[in-house]
């Protein structure tokens, strides 16, 4: 009884930490959202402002602003009817942002839970929260989608997968993580999973996909059209980008990893998500890479799974032995103040 007692003490107190770094995280993300930088500055408030004076003029559930934005339409008539404006339909997606990824997160131990976080504030947060309201909340509602998708609450992964594609269209990009969760959980040929994942990402850097492939593909073709009429504004990316090369070499450590230093009876670490993680991730990456001639998709895509190379650098402390694992997390630290600072900078 003693011994039951002592379990049941440490799982309250593992539990209590849980709450308390949760907690925090969604106390400094509401600091950061009202202090650390002034809404009405971001570069997309004023298109948020037109599409409330919009919403606020159409009066019927068919005009084109509730079909184009159902969400950011009904909830532009809710602050209507409170007297409120755009700022309080921009705390609303915020907030939803905020509390899904909580939501989300609240699965993984304490450790992952505040590297995560501390990872996603230096490096998404000020991108994301403090500019791209509708597709920050967009992502945090797919994160819901695709681990109750994984957990077999089918039901409430597509309920809320309508959620956000009412809020932003982006969220449909969370449907190509199906096939890979189905691949993580093979536990044979992970080797040759291993060796195709490589040769994905060197395929996409020497044969990348064109916007033209995909003008007949109905829907995803009407977007793609208005990028092609203004080509001449499209921008190609680099692929010596800081953030890329690091990603690399993390892809790198956990490849060596896998292939020599790996033992499956050591119970540290779990290599479930791990390898999901760096699937998810390398899937991101392999987006980027190949439409890296089209800047605007190319990160509207790799941003989306941007959530996913977080908890894979989290997950990967945990092949490190102990001492190992000071230096790595010693390493994450000063990457994510660069991150930081990059992300400042693009504010600026």
């Given amino acids: 009884m003693a011994n039951n007692a002592h379990k049941n003490y440490n799982k309250y107190r593992f539990s209590l930490k849980k709450l308390c770094v949760l907690t925090l995280c969604v106390f ?8 650390a930088r002034d809404v009405e500055s971001s570069q997309d408030y004023h298109n948020y402002l037109s599409w409330f004076l919009s919403a606020s003029k159409a009066y019927d559930s068919n005009s084109l602003v509730v079909l184009k934005d159902p969400a950011f339409f009904y909830l532009s008539k809710l602050a209507l009817q409170l007297n409120a404006g755009v700022n309080f339909v921009i705390l609303i997606l915020v907030s939803i942002s905020i509390f899904s990824k909580v939501i989300f997160i609240k699965r993984y131990d304490t450790v992952i839970i505040a590297s995560f976080f501390f990872l996603y504030f230096c490096k998404i947060f000020f991108v994301l929260e403090m500019t791209q309201f509708r597709a920050a909340a967009a992502i945090g509602l797919s994160l819901l989608s695709f681990i109750y998708f994984s957990e077999k609450k089918y039901f409430k992964s597509f309920f809320i997968l309508l959620l956000s594609l009412s809020v932003h269209l982006s969220a449909i990009l969370i449907l190509f993580s199906i096939p890979i969760v189905y691949i993580a959980k093979k536990t044979s040929h992970e080797k040759t999973l291993l060796i195709a994942t490589i040769f994905s990402l060197l ?14 593909l109905p829907v995803v073709g009407e977007r793609v059209v208005p990028y092609l009429e203004n080509s001449g504004n499209i ?18 450590i956990y490849i060596l990893w896998f292939l020599f ?20 991730s390398a899937f991101g990456t392999f987006c980027f890479i190949s439409f890296r001639f089209s800047d605007s998709i190319a990160l509207r895509v790799s941003e989306f799974y941007l959530v996913f190379d977080l908890l894979f650098f989290s997950y990967l402390s945990k092949v490190f032995y102990r001492e190992s694992r000071v230096y790595f997390r010693a390493v994450l630290f000063l990457l994510s103040l660069m991150f930081l600072y990059s992300s400042l900078k693009l504010l600026n």
């Fill in 28 to 35: 400094v993300s509401y600091l950061l959202f009202f202090f």
């Fill in 203 to 216: 395929f996409a850097v020497v044969f990348p996909f064109k916007l033209e492939y995909f003008t007949f």
């Fill in 235 to 252: 921008v190609s990316l680099s692929l010596l980008n800081s953030y890329l090369l690091i990603k690399v070499v993390l892809f790198l």
């Fill in 261 to 280: 230093k790996r033992d499956d009876s050591v119970i540290t670490v779990d290599r479930a998500n791990l390898k999901l993680f760096f699937l998810l």
